[in-house]
T-cell receptor
Framework: DGGITQSPKYLFRKEGQNVTLSCEQN?????MYWYRQDPGQGLRLIYY???????QKGDIAEGYSVSREKKESFPLTVTSAQKNPTAFYLC????????????????FGQGTRLTVV | RKEVEQDPGPFNVPEGATVAFNCTYS??????FFWYRQDCRKEPKLLMS???SGNEDGRFTAQLNRASQYISLLIRDSKLSDSATYLC?????????????FGTGTQLKVEL
């Protein structure tokens, strides 16, 4: 079955450690995204990538890094510079702009809950 | 002004009621619009796209008002299972490429 997979589902990190969250999709989508969601809040965009070997900062990129070496994969590293990393992290993918220049829907992974201990 | 704004609610409605949410956006060049549903501690899932001509799917109707820069979601005959957070998504035509911007979501609670 095609889909988007995030791992791990739950992650605990000690303060001062870097940690990498995995996101893999087999939907052949060009665009991939990372969002952060805090309790009772909406989704805030961290980074997004429209094509392999290219990515752009979102609204809250500080303290995070990404890579897009393969179309299927868009890992997110939460660095020690991120002051408040405890949150629910969601990865999504979508096709590139359609024939009419319109975007189609984004599909989400099941998320990773990161807790700093 | 935020790029996308929603009333966070919660909207507490009795079963069978009709409820409507609005979502305003600031970028007049925005081209694509969607409504997503998110259940507690789950990932968002697409509810429906919002077309210029409007879109209806069963009890759900989505509309776009470009002049006033907002999209709306109408739910008729609310069910207990409709209880969730409803997120609007706006995508700009230029510059932002595929940048999906979410509103903060509107929480709906349908009660007996």
């Amino acid at each position: 079955d095609g889909g988007i997979t995030q791992s791990p589902k739950y992650l605990f990190r000690k303060e001062g450690q870097n940690v990498t969250l995995s996101c893999e999709q087999n939907l052949n989508h060009d665009a991939m995204y990372w969002y952060r969601q805090d309790p009772g809040q909406g989704l805030r965009l961290i980074y997004y990538s429209q094509i392999v070997n290219d990515f752009q900062k979102g609204d809250i990129a500080e303290g995070y890094s990404v890579s897009r070496e393969k179309k299927e994969s868009f890992p997110l590293t939460v660095t020690s510079a991120q002051k408040n990393p405890t949150a629910f992290y969601l990865c999504a993918s979508s096709p590139s702009l359609g024939d009419r220049g319109l975007n189609t829907e984004a599909f989400f992974g099941q998320g990773t809950r990161l807790t700093v201990v | 002004r935020k790029e996308v704004e929603q009333d966070p609610g919660p909207f507490n409605v009795p079963e069978g009621a009709t409820v409507a949410f609005n979502c305003t956006y600031s970028n007049s060049a925005s081209q694509s619009f969607f409504w997503y549903r998110q259940d507690c501690r789950k990932e968002p899932k697409l509810l429906m796209s919002v077309y210029s001509s409007g879109n209806e799917d069963g009890r759900f109707t989505a509309q776009l008002n470009r002049a006033s820069q907002y999209i709306s979601l109408l739910i008729r005959d609310s069910k207990l299972s409709d209880s969730a957070t409803y997120l609007c998504v706006v995508i700009p035509l230029t510059g932002g490429g595929n940048k999906l911007t979410f509103g903060t979501g509107t929480q709906l609670k349908v009660e007996l």
